[in-house]
């Protein structure tokens, strides 16, 4: 069993930065391939972006201003979010699914992929 714990979420303007973080409770880390997902009132969870052996990967909507990256020797994930937006604010949720299911365009973005979730951290972004 997994647990992710997720934080630094909050309350930014527009144009503004966050970190979040998620830290994994596993010795078999470098096992996971590790994703942030986040689901705004309403709408259906979506992938943001993913991190493994073959690569990262982002969704078309965050490229460019989100970084995802992790330390190993940590056993954390991160999100560096930059230039936020409005419509960025939603629950922001980290996922571990084993690299060997999760290490491709098609599967990275699949949330039935993930085996162990996060309880999420809110970002609210403000105009």
């Known amino acids: 069993q997994v647990q992710l714990v997720e934080s630094g979420g909050g309350l930014v303007q527009a144009g503004g930065s966050l970190r979040l973080s998620c830290a994994a409770s596993t010795r078999t880390f470098r096992s996971y391939a590790m994703a942030w997902f986040r689901q705004a009132p309403g709408k259906e969870r979506d992938f943001v972006a993913g991190?493994?052996?073959?690569?990262?990967y982002y969704a078309d909507s965050v490229k460019g201003r989100f970084t995802i990256s992790r330390d190993n020797a940590q056993n954390t994930v991160y999100l560096e979010m930059n230039s936020l937006k409005p419509e960025d604010t939603a629950v922001y949720y980290c996922?571990?699914?084993?690299?060997?299911?999760?290490?491709?365009?098609?599967?990275?973005?699949?949330?039935?992929?993930?085996?162990?979730w996060g309880q999420g951290t809110q970002v609210t972004v403000s105009s």
């Open positions: 991190i493994t052996w073959s690569g990262t």
């Open positions: 996922a571990a699914g084993l690299s060997r299911y999760v290490y491709s365009w098609a599967s990275i973005r699949e949330s039935s992929k993930y085996d162990y």
